[in-house]
């Protein structure tokens, strides 16, 4: 594989439960991105068979939609993939994995580590996205639900508590 400016690029996984306002966050993060001239991709998981979100981001910057599936399990080799080919065509500074809500982003982590394409990427930094209402109210899921929006979050860098107002100051 080829990298011609011999720099790892940078990975951003955006992670967060179904609903939390991911895709709002990521076209924020985006804009910002652009305004200091990165050159962005985003990969973009949607679990059904058709792109709803990355149209609207695809005016913005590339957008890479994986679809029909999870890149944290029955999609991680198509994942692996796409970054490869990303870095031998050498176009972007930085890859934006917007994962679907069901996803666990350890191993998002470890397909960014694929022994192909680890010595062209920085460590993936984690942005988790918590929708506060449901979070409070997460014990209305079943165990597996629950356990993972909280495993989405014990992974995360960066934490963005949204919807804080739909909850009262003290919650």
């Known amino acids: 594989m080829k990298n011609n400016k011999n720099e790892k690029l940078k990975i951003t996984i955006v992670s967060g439960f179904l609903g939390s306002g991911k895709t709002t966050f990521l076209t924020h993060y985006i804009n ?28 913005l910057v590339k957008v890479y939609p994986l679809l029909n599936g999870c890149v944290c399990c029955d999609l991680k080799i198509d994942l692996v993939n796409q970054i490869e080919s990303l870095v031998q065509g050498n176009e972007t500074d930085h890859i934006i994995i917007e994962a679907t809500g069901i996803a666990h982003p350890i191993e998002i982590i470890m ?18 996205v918590v929708d506060a209402e449901r979070f409070l109210n997460r014990k209305q899921y079943s165990e597996s639900t629950m356990r993972l929006m909280e495993e989405q979050l014990e992974v995360s860098d960066v934490l963005i508590i949204n919807k804080t107002d739909l909850i009262t100051r003290e919650e």
Do not use: W
């Not at 991105?33 to 005016?59: C, P």
């Not at 397909?111 to 988790?128: E, S």
């Open 32 to 59: 910002e991105l652009l305004k200091i001239d990165e050159k962005i991709t985003v990969i973009m998981n949607e679990f059904g068979s058709f792109d709803v979100d990355g149209n609207h981001l695809s005016e």
């Open 111 to 128: 397909a960014c580590q694929d022994p192909r394409i680890v010595k062209y990427v920085h460590q993936p930094q984690v942005i988790g």
